[in-house]
C-alpha cells in the first residue's frame, strides 16, 4: 500500500482550481477529494527513486473554504490518524476578487528541532503562525505565504542530519557535512517540511517559493573567479545538479498555474516516463551550462495585486565587464512582466530574495567593490576585491550597478503616469534582520507609493554582529563612510536615495501585507517563546 512520505503542499489556489503536492512511498494514483465534490487525481512520476504528484484539483467554487482528503490509490492518507486533536482540517480556500489578498512572508529558515529538544535559535515562526491558525481556524489568515529563499541549507546541516549523513558515507571526504546528492536533499525537505505545525501550515495555506543561495550553497554565484573555484572542486557538479533537480521538484513545480503547467514540456515528459531522472538530470546540466535557457522566475495575480517572483541567483551574468543581476533575457522578462497591462492591478510586489535598497553604508561598499573587481583601481585592489567579496557576501543589487539603476529605472516607471498602482512594493529577506526604506527620485517621486520590505530570518540565527552591523550601518556616520569607499572606487552616485522608514527589527520573524482596492498596511510579527506572534509594528502603506 502506498503511504504519504511528505506534504501535502497546497501550491496554487485561485477562484476555481488549485494544486496539490505530495511525495508516496511507490507508484500509485494520487487524488485530492474535497468535501463540496471538487476533485482531482494524477499518477505519481519517479525521480531518483523518489514517487510525488502535483495534483490538478479543478471545480471549486469562488469564495469558498473546503476541507479536503488526500487520498493515495484509493486509500485515504490525509488527514493523518489522530490529528485532529491538534490540527483543524486543511482547506483549500478559493478567490472571489472582491476581497482583497493578504501576503505573508519571510525567507531563511533552518529547520527547527523536535518539540523536546531545545532550539538554539528561539521559535520559529511559522510554527507559530500555524499554531495561531489552528486555534482560529475561521480567524485570519494569509491568502499566500511567499518564501523568498534559504528553505533548506545544503552547507549547514543540523546535528541530526550529520548523523544521517554520516551513516551514509565518511564526512572526511568533501563535502564534508554538507549535503552531496539528490537523496542528501530530499533528506532537508522531510527534515523541514515534516515538522507538524509547517507541514499542516503548508497543506492549508498556498504557497510560492524563490530559492537564495543556502538551497545550494552559501555566496551561489558570486562572481566568476568563484564559479571557477567551485567547478574545479570533485563534488561541486553533483551538488549543483542535485540542488537544481530537488529544487525544481519541491518548489518550481507547484509555483506554476495549471494552465502553466499543461504548456511545460518538461513537465510533460517527466509525468510520461517511468523513471525521470535521467531527463531531470539533463535540464539541470542545461541549466547549469546555459542559465538563460531556463527561467526560475514567475508571475503570480491574485485578484489586482500582480506578484513577480525574481531570480537573483541562476540568473546572473557574471563576467566582470558584463555582470548582471539579470541576464538580458530575464531582465527584459522581468520589465515586460512589470509594465503589461498596468491600469489592470493596483499593487506591484517584486519578490527578490535580496534587498534591492541596503543600508547606505552596505550599499556603497558593496557599489566599491563591485569597482575594484573589475580593475577600477588596478590587479592588486580587483584580487584584494574578490577576496573580500566573498568574505563578507558583497552581492546584492548594489554589488549588480547596471543592474541596480535598471531595476531603479523599471520600478519607476512602472509607479508613475495615470495608470500607475497605487503601491510597488519590492519584498525581500537574506540579511537576517527586517525593515523599512522608502526611495527618493532626485526627479521627483513616482505616483505609487515605492517601498523596500524585508523580513528575515524566519528562524535562523541573528548575531551580535549583524545586530550592531546594520544599526550603525544606516547612521549619518556610516553614511558618511560609505561616500568615502565610492570615492575611492570612482563610483558614482546611486540614481536613487532613500531613508529607513522603520526598523531595523531583530528577531524571528514574519511580515503581513493586507491589500485591499488601493490600500496597503503592513503589519511584522515575532515568534515569542509562548508560541505567540507578537506583535512590533502595523503601519498604513497607502491611504485607505
Not at 502506498?2 to 506534504?7: I, K, S, T, V
Not at 514517487?51 to 487520498?71: F, I, K, Q, W
Not at 480567524?139 to 546541516?157: C, F, I, K, N, S
Amino acid at each position: 500500500m502506498a503511504e504519504l512520505r511528505l506534504g501535502p503542499l497546497l501550491r496554487y489556489a485561485d477562484g476555481s482550481s488549485a494544486t496539490v503536492w505530495v511525495e508516496a512511498s511507490r507508484p500509485c494514483t494520487a487524488e485530492v477529494r474535497c468535501a463540496d465534490g471538487a476533485r482531482g487525481e494524477t499518477r505519481t512520476f519517479q525521480v531518483a527513486g523518489h514517487h510525488y504528484a502535483l495534483v490538478p484539483v479543478s471545480g471549486l467554487t469562488p469564495g469558498t473554504t473546503t476541507p479536503y482528503d488526500v487520498l493515495l490509490d484509493g486509500t485515504r492518507v490525509w488527514p493523518l490518524p489522530g490529528s485532529s486533536e491538534r490540527f483543524p482540517p486543511s482547506v483549500i480556500r478559493t478567490a472571489d476578487g472582491d476581497d482583497g489578498v493578504r501576503v505573508t512572508f519571510g525567507s531563511c529558515r533552518w529547520a527547527a528541532p523536535p518539540a523536546d529538544e531545545h532550539d538554539p535559535v528561539g521559535p520559529d515562526a511559522l510554527d507559530t503562525l500555524a499554531a495561531r491558525i489552528a486555534a482560529d481556524p475561521d480567524g485570519e489568515r494569509p491568502d499566500v505565504l511567499l518564501l523568498l529563499g534559504d528553505q533548506v541549507y545544503a552547507d549547514e546541516t543540523s546535528e541530526a542530519t550529520r548523523r544521517w549523513l554520516a551513516a551514509r558515507r565518511d564526512l572526511s571526504d568533501p563535502p564534508g557535512n554538507e549535503v552531496a546528492d539528490y537523496e542528501e536533499y530530499t533528506r532537508l525537505y522531510y527534515e523541514s517540511w515534516l515538522d507538524p505545525e509547517v507541514r499542516w501550515l503548508l497543506s492549508t495555506v498556498p504557497s510560492c517559493m524563490i530559492f537564495d543561495d543556502h538551497d545550494v550553497i552559501d555566496d551561489w554565484n558570486t562572481s566568476a573567479a568563484w564559479l571557477d573555484d567551485m567547478r574545479a572542486t570533485p563534488w561541486w557538479r553533483e551538488r549543483l545538479l542535485s540542488g537544481l533537480m530537488s529544487y525544481w521538484v519541491h518548489q518550481h513545480l507547484g509555483n506554476l498555474s495549471p494552465a502553466e503547467l499543461a504548456a511545460d514540456p518538461l513537465y510533460a515528459v517527466v509525468r510520461e516516463l517511468p523513471d525521470a531522472t535521467d531527463e531531470l538530470r539533463a535540464f539541470a546540466c542545461k541549466a547549469d551550462g546555459d542559465p538563460a535557457s531556463v527561467r526560475w522566475s514567475y508571475r503570480r495575480d491574485f485578484g489586482r495585486v500582480r506578484l513577480l517572483m525574481v531570480d537573483t541567483r541562476a540568473a546572473r551574468v557574471l563576467d566582470e565587464e558584463s555582470r548582471a543581476m539579470l541576464d538580458p533575457g530575464e531582465a527584459q522578462w522581468l520589465r515586460e512582466q512589470a509594465l503589461q497591462e498596468r491600469g489592470s492591478y493596483d499593487h506591484l510586489l517584486i519578490g527578490t530574495s535580496l534587498p534591492w535598497l541596503l543600508p547606505h553604508l552596505v550599499h556603497d561598499a558593496e557599489a566599491w567593490n563591485a569597482a575594484l573587481c573589475r580593475g577600477e583601481r588596478g590587479a592588486r585592489w580587483a584580487r584584494f576585491g574578490e577576496d573580500l567579496r566573498r568574505r563578507a557576501d558583497l552581492e546584492h543589487w548594489a554589488a549588480f550597478p547596471a543592474s541596480f539603476a535598471a531595476l531603479t529605472e523599471l520600478i519607476a516607471e512602472a509607479g508613475s503616469g495615470a495608470e500607475a498602482p497605487a503601491s510597488v512594493l519590492v519584498l525581500s529577506g537574506d540579511v537576517h534582520h527586517a525593515y523599512v526604506a522608502e526611495p527618493a527620485w532626485p526627479s521627483g517621486a513616482p505616483d505609487a507609493r515605492v517601498l523596500q520590505l524585508t523580513c528575515s530570518p524566519v528562524h535562523n540565527s541573528i548575531p551580535l554582529s549583524i545586530r550592531l552591523g546594520f544599526r550603525f550601518g544606516w547612521s549619518a556616520a556610516a553614511r558618511a563612510l560609505g561616500r568615502r569607499f565610492a570615492r575611492h572606487g570612482r563610483c558614482g552616485r546611486p540614481p536613487v536615495d532613500w531613508r529607513k522608514k522603520g526598523g531595523p527589527w531583530f528577531g524571528n520573524q514574519i511580515m503581513t501585507l493586507t491589500l485591499r482596492g488601493r490600500s496597503a498596511r503592513l503589519r511584522l510579527e515575532q515568534a515569542q517563546p509562548d508560541s505567540v506572534l507578537k506583535t512590533v509594528e502595523e503601519s498604513a502603506l497607502t491611504p485607505t
